[in-house]
């Protein structure tokens, strides 16, 4: 099983430059973890980048994949807003917010699955998130069971 965790042995930079980068993207992972990320590609790229940023990880999912999600709540983004310009700006233009996050995985990017795990039992309130497990169907799972055939068209 291949896993990568995002912030912890970290392949630097996992907000891409561009949407057309995503096109280079391998399936390549089983499970992605990414607890207590999400605030920091949103505040540093935008809502752009927090929707590329979502889109990689299904890229890089291998079918049956699963994405473990612990996003920040917007309450905590309020504490950081300040720190640079750049995220001052951010922070300002947001419209895509954290409780959008679920509904923007299962019906733009594609996964076709979203279960509670539950919140961690942390000594510090604000850790006390929910967790969530997103699943990367089979192309048969996704769009109510239809299965694509060869030519791209839905059957
Ligand atoms: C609160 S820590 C989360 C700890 C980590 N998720 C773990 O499982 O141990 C936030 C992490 O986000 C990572 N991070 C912030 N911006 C990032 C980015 N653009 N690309 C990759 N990692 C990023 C930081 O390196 C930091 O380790």
Redesign the pocket.
């Known amino acids: 099983m291949n896993t990568m965790?995002?912030?912890?042995q970290?392949p630097g930079?996992?907000?891409l430059d561009s949407d057309f980068l995503l096109n280079m993207e391998q399936a390549q992972f089983d499970v992605i973890?990414c607890?207590?990320?999400t605030k920091?590609?949103h505040l540093?790229w935008g809502d752009s980048g927090i929707k590329r940023v979502f889109m990689r990880m299904y890229a890089q999912l291998r079918e049956g994949g699963v994405l473990i999600l612990e996003p920040q709540g917007f309450q905590s983004y309020k504490k950081k807003r300040k720190l640079t310009d750049t995220i001052w700006r951010n922070f300002q233009a947001i419209e895509f917010f954290p409780h959008h996050f679920t509904e923007y995985l299962l019906s733009e990017v594609g996964f076709t699955k979203c279960e509670t795990l539950g919140s961690p039992l942390h000594p510090s309130k604000g850790f006390q998130r929910p967790i969530k497990m997103f699943t990367k169907g089979s192309k048969r799972d996704s769009r109510s069971g239809k299965e694509i055939n060869p030519s791209g068209e839905w059957t």
């Open positions: 965790r995002l912030g912890a970290g930079n996992y907000v973890l607890l207590s990320v920091w590609f540093n």
